[in-house]
């Protein structure tokens, strides 16, 4: 029985470290238009806001108000906690296409479905990423 209870215990404070990684907000300067599902979102200062802590949905939003949109993402692990605060772009046929969002000192983040906009399929093979650093807090 304390052995169970010792691993309840256990996996609440990893849920608890995972929820917090996910409530975090970040802003980033991006230097490019890049795709949301099937979205074009332009060059600019972005925050991603959390609705609520833990597996809800964020919110990408320029700073000028103009571009901005909810974003229901996976959860994905890296192994080792962050160093920084990243959003990751795949770059496919001269398009930046976001696909992952990093809190810095935390091994999950969030992930994003990739489609190709001509085919609407998931593309398996980008050319490159482009990692981008973001801050946290808000603006």
Partial sequence: MKKHLLFVFASL??????????SVAL?????????????VMHTGTYTIQ??????SPVQLQSLDGKDSMWLAACTCASGQAQHENQL???????QYFLWQIWTQGYDEGR?????????QE????????????ASSGKP
Avoid: C
Avoid at 27 to 39: K, M, S
Avoid at 50 to 55: K, Q
């Fill in 13 to 22: 404070l990893l849920m608890a470290g995972s929820v917090h990684a996910q």
């Fill in 27 to 39: 802003r980033a300067d991006i230097p490019f238009d890049f795709v949301v599902g099937d979205t």
């Fill in 50 to 55: 959390p609705m609520h802590a833990g597996e």
């Fill in 88 to 94: 990751v772009f795949q770059v496919s046929d001269g």
């Fill in 111 to 119: 992930e994003l479905t990739i489609k190709h906009p001509e085919t």
């Fill in 122 to 133: 998931a593309k398996l093979t980008p050319l490159h990423t482009v990692v981008i650093l």
